[in-house]
């Protein structure tokens, strides 16, 4: 099983809004509750498939939005990845009693997800990033497509609601493109966003 | 119904696998191919029946309302044909048509956005227009036990056709929802389908061990429906791992495990189905009822035996906090409750929301969904009046226990035939229409007459706890002798007891003594379930040592599980010189009322606001603000606020400690809260009067709880981009009306801009900017 190792603990961290260093005893203790929680509830399940292998080309994909993408969807595929429900009912349940060891949960799980997910795609061919439908003015219904394609909801258990919220909400799905180099051009939270005030991103460059 | 089972039966394989790879069929909806392909359809039908299958399963596992959204054709089109196709096949033999109703493809609530009456309407839709048409229904592939129950429901309250339900599981043994086989299989045969199993999921070599567990918990005929092994993707195609012998192999052990029904699901094909057909030649066993007494939630299985606890404080007699949450329907304090008697080591909680001048039946459903939303432990729904206990027992998520049924004719006749049908555990009390007896012999009468009368309607005396009625000691001193040799004479008639346990205290001093005392007393003249408080640790530690004690604890492993359990966190205050100033600063919840109350020794509540806990809240803001501060420990402060503030006005109600009132909504079709409820916290944490609707709010709900409360704000909350438009509709919506007050939105996908084009007036980034705009708003 995952351990909360230091990597986990300072990118919980980071997702609270604490940078290197500036975490107490106290908080350090609540961010390692907090991952073992999500380790425990966490159910990691995946599935992949190239998009060449596909009976046909999802649709989605002759949007504007993702132009960009194209040169690189001859090698592309498309992955989906949750936690399960567990970890959404651990934060539930928490929320009732003390909302802020829930919102570090949260941030844990979000770690834990992204965690298992790059560990997962970095075994899998192609490699790549993962471009999720929301990113850069694509519109995140498009988690419906990807979803059916994979056969998700029956095979690893994620649904969507109408407005395209996935459930799990520890779930994550999206497009691995191999070589893409992310842009924070069209993101429409460039205006709030806390990275872009950092002069950083929230993508590895 | 369904007719006995003598020898093995055998349903069809896969329609889907069949349909794959098809040039035909190509980007064609499987449910359209009835109308578009009735020949292959009816090819395929052929094939199975030619390989023995002797029920023949429509091809309509995605034809209902909800989920068949992209026909070409209208739903009736479609199940008319899927209906024909088979028909067409079955004719001139044996073999039954059986409708296939798939799941929904939508997650219930709470996890999902799906209601139970959406679920329920959706198949009962089916039902009504097919139930002239066909021989029975197989619910299959089911993941979510709830779904589940509302699609048996629409089945058996609107046909008498022979029903099929099977679950699937995950690799962890759990369905989806985290419910077990033994869970699932006391849930559905407690509401009495015909035949109960497993299909889909992993391969058939995982389902042996899911069905011998299922056969320990029913009576039942067993349909298991294995995949062809693991599905693994391959070139864009969906393939299993098994060959058809080794399919068969391992069916034939599904058999010996007490399956009664096979056939095939994902990846087989007729001639898996032919490889199989040779059990049919197999005698069936025949199985008895279970004998044992359960109770569960989705995820909780509870034996009904010696030691067990029943959680009390979900019931409003004498407890002015609860009639109030309920007066103002603040399920959140219910949650609370729930989850804090979970954590004191209860086995299953009571829940009565009986107060004066209240819907009954609404209250307990709404309380039901609430705690199951976040407690695990299996649930008595306590009411005197049946209607609220049917109502509640229609939507509670696996099998209850109710409270209660007593020897008058009406009550009997009133529940149980609810019991009967829904499947539960009563709690009967030993008292009738003359009232409560006065001697054990009088009050064993009663519950002979129950048990006999309960057997008119096919519910065992397993199915029934027996009350002994307790009543206090303060008015009639035999009162507790009366109880304790009722029990003693009840535990001869085999059933199971049950009492209320403080009663005996009432209007006594030091009644904790008395009810401790009384437990060991109750237990051992033969009481099994006590009804107590878990947060009296003694009484707890009491019990779980006297089930040691007196051999029912083997090995005495729960008591010292018990022991071993980590205590009921209660934050205690480290430094004593600690100030209320730092204990708000460092979100110090536990040290709250000692220092508060410290402090109104010699400050009046107005001077402990503005000199205290203001000062203290704007150190927690700009702390944020810098990055030396950070979420969890801004609520933790928040929270702690929150409980001064509480206790301000406990104190001193002459005081207004309230300010403004806010209406705060995660707005339709949007499930995430976490942000709006920190955005609550910290609003209360200054003072401000929150009305939470909570999250997937409908527009018309906004709008009615604006006409309600008459609020001085409404916040709404969204997460995604597409629940934005959600957003902007609610704001249309409270714009038409006169008089609206300010509105303001958050959320992280909502900025400046974005508030502003869908009407805000207010755009809050995060909690403490949402304070200090409205802080801003109200002082202009």
């Known amino acids: 099983m995952l351990q909360p190792d230091i990597s986990l603990i300072n990118n919980t961290l980071r997702y609270i809004g604490c940078s290197d260093g500036q975490a107490d005893e106290q908080m350090l203790l609540t961010v390692r509750k907090a991952l073992d929680t999500v380790l425990t509830k966490a159910d990691f399940k995946y599935r992949y498939c190239k998009i060449a292998d596909l009976a046909d080309t999802p649709t989605f ?58 560990e997962k795609l970095n075994t899998l061919q192609p490699k790549g990033v993962l471009f999720c439908p929301g990113y850069s003015g694509s519109d995140i219904i498009d988690n419906k497509q990807i979803l059916n394609y994979l056969d998700a909801q029956k095979l690893i258990g994620i649904y969507t609601t109408e407005s395209g919220i996935m459930i799990p909400e520890k779930s994550l799905c999206g497009i691995v493109l191999n070589n893409y180099r992310f842009s924070c051009k069209n993101c429409f939270i460039q205006s709030k966003c806390d990275y872009i005030k950092k002069g950083t991103t929230c993508y590895n460059q | 119904m369904l007719q006995p089972i003598t020898h093995i039966q055998l349903f069809d394989g896969a329609m889907g696998t069949m349909l794959t790879g098809r040039k035909e069929t190509e980007g064609i909806l499987f449910e359209d191919l009835n109308v578009l392909s009735p020949e292959l359809v009816q090819d395929i039908h052929r094939q199975y029946l030619k390989a023995g299958a002797e029920y023949l399963t429509t091809n309509t596992f995605g034809a209902n309302r909800i989920k068949l959204k992209d026909s070409k054709f209208s739903l009736e089109e479609v199940i008319d044909a899927a209906i024909a196709n088979a028909r067409k096949v079955a004719e001139n033999s044996s073999a039954k048509v059986i409708f296939d109703i798939g799941p929904s493809g939508k997650l219930m609530e709470p996890l999902g956005d799906l209601t139970f009456e959406a679920a329920y309407n959706n198949i009962k839709e089916i039902v009504q227009y097919t139930r002239d048409k066909v021989d029975g229904y197989l619910i299959e592939t089911y993941a979510d036990l709830l779904e589940m129950k509302a699609a048996v429901l629409a089945v058996k309250e609107n046909c008498t056709l022979p029903l099929f339900a099977t679950m699937t599981f995950e ?237 008058n004719e009406e009550s009997m006749q009133a529940l149980f035939p609810v019991i009967a049908k829904y499947g539960a555990v009563s709690v009967a009390l030993t008292l009738d229409k003359n009232g409560i007896p006065e001697t054990p012999e009088g009050r064993l009468e009663i519950a002979k007459k129950i048990i006999a009368k309960a057997a008119e309607y096919g519910i065992g005396k397993h199915l029934l706890v027996f009350d002994a009625l307790v009543m206090t000691i303060s008015s009639n001193q035999q009162h507790g002798r009366i109880t304790l040799e009722t029990l003693a004479q009840l535990k001869k008639l085999g059933v199971l007891t049950i009492i209320g346990l403080s009663n005996i205290s009432f209007g006594l001093p030091q009644r904790a003594y008395l009810n401790r005392t009384f437990l060991i007393m109750a237990l051992q003249s033969g009481l099994d379930i006590a009804i107590m408080n878990p947060n009296d640790t003694d009484s707890v530690r009491m019990l779980k040592a006297f089930n040691a004690l007196a051999g029912y604890d083997d090995n005495c492993a729960t008591y010292i599980a018990a022991s071993n359990a980590t205590p009921v966190e209660i934050p205690v205050q480290k430094q004593s010189e600690q100030t209320l100033y730092q204990a708000i600063v460092q979100g110090l919840k536990g040290t709250t009322e000692t220092l508060t109350n410290k402090e109104l020794e010699d400050k009046t509540p107005e001077t402990i606001i503005n000199e205290i806990l203001i000062p203290a809240l704007t150190e927690v803001g700009e702390k944020f603000e810098k990055g030396t501060l950070f979420l969890p420990q801004l609520i933790n402060s928040a929270e702690t606020a929150k409980a001064v503030f509480a206790i301000l006005a406990k104190h001193f109600k002459q005081i207004d400690t309230k300010k403004e009132k806010i209406i705060l909504a995660t707005v339709q079709g949007d499930i995430h809260d976490i942000g709006k409820n920190i955005v609550k916290i ?99």
Not at chain 2, 328 to 335: K, P, S
Request: proline share 4%; net charge negative.
């Open chain 2, 682 to 780: 910290v609003l209360e944490s200054h003072g401000f009067q929150i009305i939470d609707l909570g999250k997937n709010v409908a527009i018309e709900k906004v709008v009615e709880a604006f006409g309600t409360h008459q609020p001085d704000a409404i916040g709404l909350s969204a997460l995604m981009t597409t629940t934005v438009d959600a957003m902007a509709k609610t704001i249309a919506e409270l714009r038409k009306l006169p008089n609206i007050c300010p509105i303001f939105v958050g959320g992280a996908v909502v900025t400046e801009q974005i508030a502003k084009e869908i009407g805000a007036d207010l755009y809050g980034a995060d909690a403490l900017t949402t304070v200090n705009k409205l802080e801003e708003l109200w002082k202009k």
């Open chain 2, 171 to 407: 690799e962890s043994g759990r369905t989806l929802t985290g419910s077990t086989p033994e869970i699932v299989a006391l849930t559905l045969t407690s509401l009495q389908v015909d035949a109960l199993g497993v299909n889909c999921s992993t391969g058939p070599d995982r389902m042996i061990e899911i069905v011998e567990k299922m056969r320990a918990f029913t009576h039942l005929p067993i349909l298991v429906q294995p995949n062809k092994g693991l599905p693994e993707m391959c070139c864009g195609q969906i393939s299993y791992s098994l060959n058809d012998s080794d399919f068969a192999f391992w069916t034939e052990k599904i058999v010996a495990a007490g399956a009664t029904i096979v056939g095939g699901c994902c990846g087989t094909t007729p001639q898996t189905i032919r490889c199989i057909a040779h059990l049919k030649q197999t005698k069936t066993k025949s199985y008895k009822p279970i004998s044992d007494t359960y109770i569960c939630s989705a995820t909780r299985l509870l034996k009904l035996e010696k030691g067990i606890l029943c959680g009390e404080r979900l019931n409003p007699t004498g407890k002015k906090l609860l009639q109030k949450a309920l007066l103002e329907n603040n399920f959140d304090f219910l949650q609370q409750e729930a989850l804090q008697q979970a954590a004191a080591q209860a086995d299953f909680l009571d829940v009565n929301v009986g107060i004066p001048n209240c819907d009954e039946k609404t209250l307990i459903v709404e309380a039901v969904k609430k705690i199951q939303e976040v407690c695990e432990l299996p649930l008595q729904l306590d009411s005197a009046n049946p209607a609220a206990i049917e109502a509640a027992i229609r939507i509670y998520n696996g099998v209850p226990m109710i409270n209660s049924v007593n020897g």
């Open chain 1, 61 to 118: 994909l002759e949007k504007e939005a993702y132009a960009s993408l194209r040169p690189f969807l001859n090698e592309a595929a498309l992955f989906a990845a949750t936690l399960g429900l567990g970890c959404d009912r651990a934060i539930q349940a928490t929320t009732k009693t003390d909302l802020s060891q829930a919102v570090v949960i949260n941030a844990a799980a979000n770690v834990v997800l992204e965690h298992l997910a790059d």
